[in-house]
């Protein structure tokens, strides 16, 4: 892709408070930084550029003043900052032994709530920063008594509750490794990511809400259990009261009213700055989903730039932003209280059609400081006309947005309908390093339509196609210098052979991460979408192995292809294309039977908005599908930029998928035939 952004460049939308960015965070850390740590270049605590150009020059002196700007407690020192600056390989902090979990509950005061649970239905309660270290403690302590040691695995089948949280900084004060997956994923898709870690314990609830049901996951809980065999114990959740049944699970079965509530003393194991914390997965586009391993020092560090810094928060903020556990954005969630915030967490669909508004609600009424969501909410806010500012939202001064791109069109709409001064802060990172590239800070100006700007410590930049940095031109999202937070590897994978193709294939030494971005001359960046063949619905990364086998078992159907193609109004159109058997026929039952199929093998969020029939699936000569070509066609791009048709097994193929695409594009704007910007 070669396209050139659009010029002139329009002004910026929002312009930061200079209040606000004289008291901001990043603002002190910038005049503490120029004073301590003589960062080269920082005249203005107020001018970003100039700290980010500092951020990303000198890696070690950046990364130290945020060890000691955020007083990292360590047990034993460091010897130096960055030992190795090789991509892979880097290795930060040598020497140092600390522990993600201790640096979670420090900052928190004891009687302020740490953790206010929320729900669809509006109800919620409170968890003190006092009760949160003892709940802890206990979990942690029977976790133990169930025989978890250091680098044990622990993993969750548990909706976006306290429980989750909890049950993570239990296994992570023991040097243990957790894992989470949000209970719409089916027991077979949960096992994929599980099995591989051969886990320990699971903690599981009895179900969760959503848009107004209670989704009964009992049996799922058991058919999960079932699936991993290195499990010595199960902890049952009683989340929604419903009676787990006598029927045993495999190995011991423990309640969680009993793990939580003992009396015990928390103690928290020191680790390597590069033990693993927590396992998240890739969406397992190509076979099973591969198991993204993080550490403690990095996850602690980046979440505190980003949460600290970034996101301005500290003690008496209240983040709110809607997730599921298996999105990283938990992850990042979590991390509040790393800060000393409160957190909340939310069970339920972020607009349940009986009150569409619910969050907004929750969010006036708990005082929340940061309110998180993704593109496709605010659109659907604007298009259910709902209005935020019936309730007070006074307290709102950012608003986060990710999960893909924020259009233009959305800045409006937040500065009309719920408040003139809030920053909306658009954002994108990924899995990969549990952070973002990307997005804004107190600072920094905002562009409708555009991240303000690279993250602090993110040497980002765009290359074409002959690996060559552009500037006001789409190009490959990279970054040319290691993050604390990048993978310490890939689990089962000794060699490093697939952690090295995934990022480090196309440019040795250099990470691409499989986006398209233009780095614009006023230092914002545009995202454009994916430029692989990973599925990205609402943040949520799916695999399209997974839609795959499950259609492609069906008896009518002999072969598959599922895409998705971001759009330029800021939709996400997921079509799934199937070549049917001969006899067959794609009647609205057999739609019917197919979205069925995917939603019971995999989850909700992976049924297509599409199902179309076509003559043939394009591969490539050596029988591999070819997705991102396809999707590339669909959107738009001319023929002869997607592939070369020799390289296709039916060429004629090329013609069909393009004029698919048009067909598209004139059915949705039949006076231009183009999409809509």
Aim: aromatic content about 8%; glycine content about 8%.
């Amino acid at each position: 892709m070669t396209a050139q952004h659009p010029t002139p460049y329009p002004e910026p939308f929002l312009s930061p408070d200079p209040k606000t960015v004289t008291d901001s965070r990043i603002a002190d850390f910038a005049r503490w930084a120029a004073r301590q740590q003589r960062a080269e270049g920082i005249q203005d605590p107020t001018d970003y550029q100039a700290l980010h150009h500092w951020s990303v020059t000198d890696l070690e002196g950046f990364w130290a003043a945020v060890w000691k700007y955020f007083d990292v407690d360590a047990t034993t020192p460091y010897e130096r900052v960055l030992a190795e600056q090789t991509m892979p390989g880097a290795r930060w902090f040598p020497g140092a032994t600390l522990n993600y979990a201790h640096h979670a509950l420090r900052n928190l005061h004891p009687d302020a709530p740490a953790i206010t649970a929320l729900d669809e239905t509006g109800a919620g309660y409170e968890i003190t920063g006092r009760q949160l270290r003892a709940e802890v403690a206990s979990v942690a302590a029977t976790l133990r008594d169930l025989g978890v040691s250091h680098g044990d695995r622990v993993v969750g089948y548990l909706p976006n509750t306290p429980h989750a949280v909890i049950a993570f900084l239990a296994t992570a004060s023991l040097g243990a490794v957790w894992s989470v997956c949000g209970q719409d994923y089916a027991p077979k898709a949960a096992a994929d990511r599980f099995a591989q870690l051969e886990p320990m314990v699971l903690i599981t609830a009895d179900g969760y809400l959503f848009n107004g049901a209670t989704h009964d996951r009992r049996a799922a809980s058991r058919e999960l259990a079932g699936a991993l065999p290195t499990l010595k114990a199960t902890v049952l959740v009683d989340h929604l009261g419903l009676a787990w049944p006598e029927t045993r699970h495999k190995g011991l079965t423990v309640p969680w009213d009993d793990a939580a509530t003992r009396t015990e003393h928390l103690t928290i194991t020191p680790v390597p700055f590069d033990h693993p914390l927590w396992i998240v997965f890739s969406s397992g586009t190509t076979g099973l989903p591969k198991g993204i391993v993080h550490g403690h020092g990095g996850v602690l560090l980046e979440h505190l730039k980003i949460l600290g810094l970034h996101c301005d928060l500290g003690v008496g903020d209240r983040l709110l932003w809607y997730t599921t556990t298996h999105w990283m954005m938990w992850n990042l969630v979590v991390s509040t209280l790393l800060t000393g915030a409160t957190t909340c967490t939310y069970d339920g669909s972020p607009a349940p059609v009986a009150r569409p508004d619910v969050l907004w609600e929750l969010a006036a009424r708990h005082k929340v400081t940061v309110f998180g969501t993704s593109p496709q909410y605010l659109l659907a806010m604007a298009k259910l006309r709902i209005e935020p500012t019936v309730y007070d939202l006074s307290a709102i001064r950012a608003i986060g947005s990710t999960g893909s791109t924020l259009p233009a069109s959305a800045y409006p709409w937040v500065r009309d309908h719920v408040g003139a001064g809030i920053q909306l802060a658009s954002t994108s990172g990924g899995t990969d390093v549990v952070s973002a590239f990307a997005g804004s800070a107190p600072t920094t100006p905002v562009w409708a339509g555009e991240l303000s700007a690279p993250n602090l410590g993110v040497a980002l930049a765009a290359y074409d196609v002959a690996g060559r940095p552009v500037v006001d031109q789409v190009g490959e999202l990279v970054v040319t210098r290691p993050m604390p937070s990048m993978p310490l590897c890939f689990w089962n994978d000794p060699d490093g052979i697939r952690y090295r193709d995934t990022y480090f294939g196309a440019y040795p030494g250099v990470w691409r991460h499989g986006d398209w971005i233009t780095l614009t001359s006023h230092g914002s960046v545009i995202v454009h979408g994916r430029s692989d063949a990973t599925l990205n619905r609402n943040g949520v990364r799916l695999g399209s192995a997974d839609i795959h086998d499950t259609v492609e078992r069906l008896p009518e159907i002999t072969e598959a292809l599922v895409i998705g193609a971001e759009e330029p109004d800021g939709g996400y159109w997921m079509p799934l294309f199937v070549v049917l058997a001969d006899g067959a026929t794609l009647d609205d039952s057999l739609r019917e039977r197919i979205s069925d199929a995917v939603r019971t093998s995999a989850s909700p969020r992976h049924v297509p908005d599409e199902i179309i029939a076509v003559p043939a699936i394009p591969h490539t000569r050596t029988g591999k599908k070819l997705e991102v070509p396809v999707k590339r066609l669909l959107q738009g791009a001319p023929a002869e930029q997607v592939l070369n048709p020799s390289a296709v097994d039916d060429p004629d193929l090329v013609a069909y998928f393009a004029g698919l695409g048009a067909e598209r594009r004139q059915a949705r704007h039949p006076r231009t035939g183009e999409d809509a910007s």
